[in-house]
Protein backbone atom coordinates (compact mmCIF):
# COMPACT_ATOMS: atom_id res chain seq x y z
CA UNK A 1 0.00 0.00 0.00
CA UNK A 2 1.36 3.60 -0.96
CA UNK A 3 2.28 6.31 1.42
CA UNK A 4 -0.71 8.02 2.95
CA UNK A 5 -0.17 12.14 3.26
CA UNK A 6 -2.29 13.71 6.15
CA UNK A 7 -3.26 17.07 5.49
CA UNK A 8 -5.51 19.89 7.73
CA UNK A 9 -7.57 22.06 5.56
CA UNK A 10 -9.38 25.02 6.07
CA UNK A 11 -7.42 25.84 9.22
CA UNK A 12 -7.34 28.69 11.43
CA UNK A 13 -4.67 31.68 11.50
CA UNK A 14 -2.76 30.28 13.97
CA UNK A 15 -2.70 27.10 11.88
CA UNK A 16 -4.70 24.83 14.26
CA UNK A 17 -7.57 22.53 13.72
CA UNK A 18 -8.95 22.45 10.24
CA UNK A 19 -10.18 19.11 8.97
CA UNK A 20 -8.30 15.99 8.41
CA UNK A 21 -7.74 14.72 5.32
CA UNK A 22 -5.71 11.67 3.75
CA UNK A 23 -4.31 11.66 0.37
CA UNK A 24 -3.27 9.35 -1.35
CA UNK A 25 -0.82 10.84 -3.98
CA UNK A 26 -0.27 7.46 -6.15
CA UNK A 27 -4.01 6.60 -5.93
CA UNK A 28 -3.78 4.00 -9.00
CA UNK A 29 -1.69 1.89 -6.69
CA UNK A 30 -4.80 0.66 -4.71
CA UNK A 31 -7.27 -1.00 -6.01
CA UNK A 32 -10.70 0.30 -6.84
CA UNK A 33 -12.88 -2.28 -4.92
CA UNK A 34 -10.62 -1.23 -1.75
CA UNK A 35 -10.77 2.21 -1.79
CA UNK A 36 -14.14 2.87 0.14
CA UNK A 37 -12.71 0.04 2.68
CA UNK A 38 -10.01 2.05 3.07
CA UNK A 39 -11.87 5.19 3.78
CA UNK A 40 -13.43 3.49 6.32
CA UNK A 41 -10.39 2.16 7.75
CA UNK A 42 -8.95 5.83 7.97
CA UNK A 43 -11.85 7.27 9.66
CA UNK A 44 -11.68 10.78 8.32
CA UNK A 45 -14.25 12.20 6.63
CA UNK A 46 -12.62 12.13 3.48
CA UNK A 47 -10.03 10.60 1.74
CA UNK A 48 -8.79 11.18 -1.74
CA UNK A 49 -6.83 9.04 -4.49
CA UNK A 50 -4.64 10.93 -6.93
CA UNK A 51 -5.17 8.29 -9.92
CA UNK A 52 -3.40 10.59 -12.43
CA UNK A 53 -1.17 13.10 -11.25
CA UNK A 54 -1.02 15.04 -14.84
CA UNK A 55 -4.14 14.99 -15.21
CA UNK A 56 -5.07 15.45 -11.53
CA UNK A 57 -7.56 13.04 -11.83
CA UNK A 58 -9.30 12.50 -8.13
CA UNK A 59 -11.91 9.88 -6.25
CA UNK A 60 -12.53 11.16 -3.34
CA UNK A 61 -14.39 8.63 -0.56
CA UNK A 62 -16.32 9.26 3.16
CA UNK A 63 -16.53 6.62 5.02
CA UNK A 64 -19.56 5.53 3.84
CA UNK A 65 -19.79 6.71 0.14
CA UNK A 66 -17.70 7.76 -2.84
CA UNK A 67 -18.88 11.79 -3.87
CA UNK A 68 -18.32 13.32 -7.23
CA UNK A 69 -17.09 16.23 -5.31
CA UNK A 70 -16.17 17.56 -2.04
CA UNK A 71 -14.40 20.92 -1.16
CA UNK A 72 -11.87 20.44 1.38
CA UNK A 73 -10.42 17.14 -0.83
CA UNK A 74 -10.47 19.47 -3.34
CA UNK A 75 -8.45 22.01 -1.67
CA UNK A 76 -5.78 19.84 0.15
CA UNK A 77 -5.28 18.09 -3.12
CA UNK A 78 -4.48 21.40 -4.78
CA UNK A 79 -2.17 22.57 -2.09
CA UNK A 80 -0.30 19.26 -1.95
CA UNK A 81 0.31 18.81 -5.78
CA UNK A 82 1.65 22.15 -5.93
CA UNK A 83 3.80 21.27 -2.73
CA UNK A 84 5.16 17.97 -4.48
CA UNK A 85 6.40 19.70 -7.75
CA UNK A 86 3.49 19.41 -9.94
CA UNK A 87 0.99 22.29 -9.27
CA UNK A 88 -2.49 22.45 -11.20
CA UNK A 89 -5.12 24.49 -12.68
CA UNK A 90 -7.68 22.34 -12.56
CA UNK A 91 -8.50 19.20 -10.92
CA UNK A 92 -10.64 16.18 -12.08
CA UNK A 93 -12.96 14.29 -10.26
CA UNK A 94 -16.05 12.65 -11.42
CA UNK A 95 -17.85 16.21 -10.96
CA UNK A 96 -15.88 17.32 -13.79
CA UNK A 97 -13.31 20.05 -14.40
CA UNK A 98 -12.86 21.88 -11.13
CA UNK A 99 -10.93 25.33 -11.14
CA UNK A 100 -8.21 25.16 -8.31
CA UNK A 101 -4.81 26.93 -7.52
CA UNK A 102 -2.36 27.31 -4.50
CA UNK A 103 -1.04 30.41 -4.78
CA UNK A 104 1.61 30.61 -1.96
CA UNK A 105 2.65 28.45 0.45
CA UNK A 106 0.01 27.73 2.42
CA UNK A 107 -3.10 28.45 0.53
CA UNK A 108 -5.22 26.87 -1.62
CA UNK A 109 -8.43 27.31 -3.59
CA UNK A 110 -10.90 25.16 -5.85
CA UNK A 111 -14.26 26.71 -7.41
CA UNK A 112 -17.50 24.58 -7.80
CA UNK A 113 -20.82 24.60 -9.14
CA UNK A 114 -23.66 24.70 -6.46
CA UNK A 115 -25.61 21.57 -7.95
CA UNK A 116 -22.47 19.96 -7.61
CA UNK A 117 -22.08 19.69 -3.90
CA UNK A 118 -24.18 17.28 -1.97
CA UNK A 119 -27.57 18.53 -1.27
CA UNK A 120 -27.03 20.46 1.98
CA UNK A 121 -29.56 22.09 3.14
CA UNK A 122 -28.86 25.04 5.70
CA UNK A 123 -31.15 26.60 8.28
CA UNK A 124 -30.39 30.19 10.16
CA UNK A 125 -30.35 30.24 13.70
CA UNK A 126 -30.52 33.46 15.74
CA UNK A 127 -27.14 33.97 17.49
CA UNK A 128 -23.54 32.05 17.39
CA UNK A 129 -24.35 31.04 20.60
CA UNK A 130 -27.42 28.89 19.20
CA UNK A 131 -25.57 26.96 16.73
CA UNK A 132 -23.18 26.61 19.76
CA UNK A 133 -25.54 25.29 21.72
CA UNK A 134 -26.57 22.26 19.46
CA UNK A 135 -26.33 18.96 20.68
CA UNK A 136 -27.21 17.20 17.86
CA UNK A 137 -28.71 17.89 13.67
CA UNK A 138 -30.96 20.44 14.01
CA UNK A 139 -34.65 19.75 12.60
CA UNK A 140 -33.50 15.93 12.55
CA UNK A 141 -32.04 16.29 9.17
CA UNK A 142 -28.87 14.24 7.85
CA UNK A 143 -27.53 16.28 5.18
CA UNK A 144 -28.12 19.81 6.97
CA UNK A 145 -25.71 22.66 8.51
CA UNK A 146 -27.12 25.70 11.02
CA UNK A 147 -25.15 29.19 10.67
CA UNK A 148 -25.54 32.17 12.47
CA UNK A 149 -24.29 35.80 11.93
CA UNK A 150 -21.70 37.15 14.17
CA UNK A 151 -20.60 39.97 11.83
CA UNK A 152 -21.15 41.26 8.76
CA UNK A 153 -18.70 39.07 7.03
CA UNK A 154 -18.02 35.68 9.29
CA UNK A 155 -20.73 33.33 10.11
CA UNK A 156 -20.76 30.88 12.87
CA UNK A 157 -21.60 27.15 11.57
CA UNK A 158 -21.67 23.48 11.92
CA UNK A 159 -22.49 20.96 9.47
CA UNK A 160 -24.08 17.70 10.44
CA UNK A 161 -23.72 15.27 7.07
CA UNK A 162 -25.13 11.33 8.82
CA UNK A 163 -26.03 10.53 5.42
CA UNK A 164 -22.42 10.53 3.76
CA UNK A 165 -21.10 8.51 7.72
CA UNK A 166 -19.99 11.33 9.26
CA UNK A 167 -21.69 12.80 12.55
CA UNK A 168 -20.50 16.27 12.25
CA UNK A 169 -18.00 17.54 10.23
CA UNK A 170 -15.07 20.23 10.95
CA UNK A 171 -14.99 22.28 7.84
CA UNK A 172 -17.12 21.34 4.88
CA UNK A 173 -16.21 23.09 1.62
CA UNK A 174 -19.43 21.83 -0.21
CA UNK A 175 -21.35 23.03 1.94
CA UNK A 176 -19.86 26.15 2.09
CA UNK A 177 -20.53 26.80 -1.44
CA UNK A 178 -23.96 25.47 -1.10
CA UNK A 179 -24.43 28.32 1.89
CA UNK A 180 -22.48 31.62 -0.18
CA UNK A 181 -24.85 30.31 -3.36
CA UNK A 182 -27.78 30.69 -0.86
CA UNK A 183 -26.66 33.81 0.64
CA UNK A 184 -25.10 35.38 -3.09
CA UNK A 185 -22.14 37.04 -1.44
CA UNK A 186 -18.98 36.27 -0.37
CA UNK A 187 -18.64 35.03 3.34
CA UNK A 188 -16.08 33.48 6.03
CA UNK A 189 -17.33 30.83 7.62
CA UNK A 190 -16.33 29.53 11.35
CA UNK A 191 -16.83 26.31 11.25
CA UNK A 192 -15.90 23.49 13.56
CA UNK A 193 -13.85 23.88 16.61
CA UNK A 194 -12.16 26.76 15.03
CA UNK A 195 -11.87 25.99 11.10
CA UNK A 196 -11.90 28.89 8.68
CA UNK A 197 -13.33 28.98 4.79
CA UNK A 198 -13.25 31.91 2.71
CA UNK A 199 -15.79 31.70 -0.02
CA UNK A 200 -16.84 34.01 -2.63
CA UNK A 201 -19.05 34.12 -5.37
CA UNK A 202 -18.17 34.33 -9.10
CA UNK A 203 -18.78 36.21 -12.24
CA UNK A 204 -19.00 32.77 -13.88
CA UNK A 205 -21.33 31.01 -11.67
CA UNK A 206 -18.80 29.62 -9.63
CA UNK A 207 -18.30 29.63 -6.31
CA UNK A 208 -14.50 29.70 -4.69
CA UNK A 209 -13.77 28.35 -1.27
CA UNK A 210 -10.04 28.89 -0.09
CA UNK A 211 -8.46 28.12 3.12
CA UNK A 212 -5.19 27.38 4.98
CA UNK A 213 -3.46 23.66 4.71
CA UNK A 214 -1.08 22.19 7.22
CA UNK A 215 0.72 18.98 6.73
CA UNK A 216 0.33 17.00 9.45
CA UNK A 217 2.83 14.14 7.89
CA UNK A 218 3.44 11.20 5.66
CA UNK A 219 2.47 7.91 7.19
CA UNK A 220 2.50 4.67 5.66
CA UNK A 221 -0.99 2.52 5.55
CA UNK A 222 -2.08 0.20 6.91
CA UNK A 223 0.67 -0.62 9.59
CA UNK A 224 1.72 3.01 10.56
CA UNK A 225 -1.37 4.74 10.44
CA UNK A 226 -2.56 6.67 13.75
CA UNK A 227 -5.24 9.13 13.63
CA UNK A 228 -3.46 12.56 14.40
CA UNK A 229 -5.06 14.83 16.65
CA UNK A 230 -5.07 18.77 15.30
Given at each position: MPDVHVLRVFVGSDGSH???LAAFLDGAAVP???RQSTAAAIGF???VFVEDRARATVRIFTPAVELAFAGHPLVGTAWLLAREGAPTDELRPPAG???AGA???DRAWVAGKPEWAPPFEWVQLESPADVEALTS???GHDLIGAYA???EQTVRARVFPARLGIAEDEATGAAAIRLAARLGRAVTIRQGRGSVIDVRTRDDGLVEISGLVVLEGV???PSCFSRPTG
Open positions: GNLVAESETRVPPDGAPQWEDRSY
